[in-house]
């Protein structure tokens, strides 16, 4: 079971003109337990924000400081338009989640959770794909790796890879880099 | 003189129309009450949706565009508040909403003078957790007040580090509880959480109270069944004596002894007979019709907006104690009370004063671990 998410505490930055849509996205935000702040220019690198919720009706590149593949942050697109550029736009930021305007009360809070999370999955996936192409890069090692422990051992390929199995666990390696070193100091490959 | 067209919007037929009776019973006797004797003449327009979705949209749209009302008090349970939001939001109207829910909710378009989970669910799992231990099984009605609720119980016992022993829901009006009776003996937990409503409740305590006959690990006082939507208006429904010893929270009880709930105790005993008990649905409800017309008072109009405004600072005082909205969660403040099931009373075993509404529970601490001091309880009897 998922624990119920609080964002007691969080800064909201809401990227909207001012007016009915700001002030019932403030309140929703506060009675959360948010900072929130609304206003109308992009948001810098360097500034500290926890959730973004940008109008995708007038928004332009530019405005979020980011591409999505290092968005720092959960976003909410907030969109009138059913314009496929404009939902186009949406996803080009990487919008996690979408609030229609006019902003209903009960709208917000569900946004929030699902932003919150698809952002976070987003992230794990990310570097879960970040490890799994450093493996496939290092995968010839393995090969590599395997042939010199056959030869110096004069074992067959299921031993060998045993063998660098084993070794990696040991020193609490992945198997890439318990071949690189291997590679890397011939004294280990033999015993 | 201000008038005050004011749409009555509870299920009065159909499977929990006992608490819509209530719900109704109680505005009227508040109206009845007022009538001549302030400055607004009231124009109340009942209707009966009779639980079904559908009737709650329609009559909430007849009674905001042809019968000219703007406040709509109503809705029982959170489907019909969530079938009925969007029309009053539309219609920029006001609902006054009167019953205990399950929280995550907060619009500008509703005034909740109802409990929510930090002022009904937590005190009572801070009582109950010390007391008969952290081994909870919880039954529900299969929608999103049983849903909620088991989720936020979860929540609670596993923060403090107790065990959900079981958890099954039933279909609103469904009375096949054997499972979930044979669940409870087999698994014996230390206490359950009930949030059946109606027949599946009824059914239930009936199967409990057999269930320790059989077996005195399963009497009352060492099993008990707990709520926050059990009322003195179900009772003679369940029979008196099938559910004796059971426990409930609530805001309210009939037994309450202030001068407030003894004038409302009277009232209700010319108008209905002296059987006739006050739930908290119906303490609620009328305190919400005399707090709407108060707020239209000082306004000198029954202009919504205006209405909300004027709830800032307003506190009226009655059977739940002074009524007072937050302005931030348009939540009223309100006492937990924990009874015990005692013929047709409850007897009320803890009182605390009213707590801020916190329907996000963006204040929430883990509950308290057996053993703690917890200064804020006062024992009443």
Redesign the interface.
């Known amino acids: 079971?998922k624990?119920?998410l609080?964002?007691?505490g969080q800064r909201a930055l809401i990227l909207h003109r001012a007016g009915e849509t700001t002030n019932?996205l403030v309140?929703?935000c506060?009675?959360?337990?948010l900072r929130a702040e609304a206003r109308w220019r992009p948001l810098r690198a360097v500034e500290d924000v926890d959730i973004v919720l940008v109008d995708a009706d007038e928004g332009w590149d530019g405005l979020l400081p980011w591409t999505p593949a290092e968005k720092p942050a959960p976003l909410v697109a907030l969109l009138a338009s059913e314009a496929p550029g404009r939902i186009a736009w949406a996803l080009d930021q990487g919008a996690d989640a979408l609030i229609a305007k006019p902003v209903?009360?009960?709208a917000v809070?569900p946004a929030l959770v699902m932003a919150t999370r698809r952002h976070a999955e987003a992230r794990q996936l990310n570097e879960r794909i970040a490890r799994l192409e450093e493996r496939v890069r290092l995968r010839p090692l393995v090969h590599a790796a395997v042939r010199t422990l056959m030869a110096a051992n004069g074992c067959d390929e299921n031993e060998a890879y045993g063998r660098l199995r084993r070794e990696a666990m040991q020193t609490r390696l992945t198997l890439e880099q318990a071949a690189v070193s291997m590679l890397a100091s011939p004294r280990r490959q033999a015993g | 003189m201000t008038s005050l067209r004011l749409g009555i919007l509870f299920s009065t037929s159909g499977d929990y129309g006992v608490l819509g009776r209530d719900c109704r019973d109680g505005a009227m006797i508040a109206i009845e009450e007022l009538r001549g004797a302030c400055s607004v003449s009231i124009e109340p327009v009942f209707r009966d949706p009779a639980g079904s979705s559908e009737r709650y949209i329609q009559l909430a749209r007849q009674i905001l565009q042809e019968d000219g009302c703007r406040h709509v008090i109503g809705a029982v349970t959170s489907q019909a508040r969530k079938d009925v939001i969007p029309v009053v939001e539309k219609h920029d109207a006001l609902l006054w909403y009167v019953c205990p829910y399950e929280g995550f909710e907060a619009n500008p378009n509703v005034i909740y003078t109802g409990a929510c989970p930090n002022q009904h669910l937590l005190p009572l799992f801070e009582h109950m957790l010390p007391v008969y231990g952290r081994r909870v099984y919880l039954a529900g009605a299969n929608y999103i007040w049983g849903w909620e609720m088991n989720r936020l119980a979860r929540e609670i016992v596993t923060e403090a580090g107790g065990e959900i022993v079981g958890e099954r829901c039933l279909p609103i009006g469904d009375t096949d509880v054997e499972r979930i009776v044979s669940e409870v003996a087999a698994r014996r937990p230390d206490f359950i959480l009930s949030n059946m409503l109606g027949p599946s409740n009824h059914t239930f305590l009936r199967a409990m109270r057999d269930l320790g006959r059989r077996d005195p690990a399963f009497h009352p006082e060492r099993c008990p069944v707990v709520s926050c939507d059990l009322t003195e208006c179900e009772l003679p429904e369940i029979g008196f004596d099938v559910a004796d010893g059971q426990l409930a929270a609530a805001s309210y009880f009939d037994s309450l002894d202030s001068a407030a709930n003894r004038a409302l105790k009277a009232q209700v005993a010319a108008r209905f007979g002296s059987e006739r008990r006050a739930s908290s649905y119906f303490a609620t409800s009328y305190a919400t019709v005399r707090l709407c017309v108060e707020a239209v008072t000082r306004c000198g109009t029954d202009d919504p907006i205006k209405v909300r405004s004027a709830l800032a600072g307003l506190e009226t005082p009655g059977p739940l104690g002074p009524l007072r909205i937050d302005p931030a969660t348009n939540h009223a403040d309100l006492p937990f009370l924990l009874g015990r099931i005692s013929g047709p009373d409850f007897v009320i075993l803890q009182s605390r004063p009213a707590a801020v509404a916190d329907p996000y529970l963006i204040r929430r601490r883990s509950v308290a671990q057996p053993h703690s001091a917890q200064p804020q309880l006062r024992v009443v009897s």
């Open positions: 079971m624990e119920t609080s964002f007691l019932r309140r929703q506060v009675l959360l337990g209903s009360a009960s809070y």
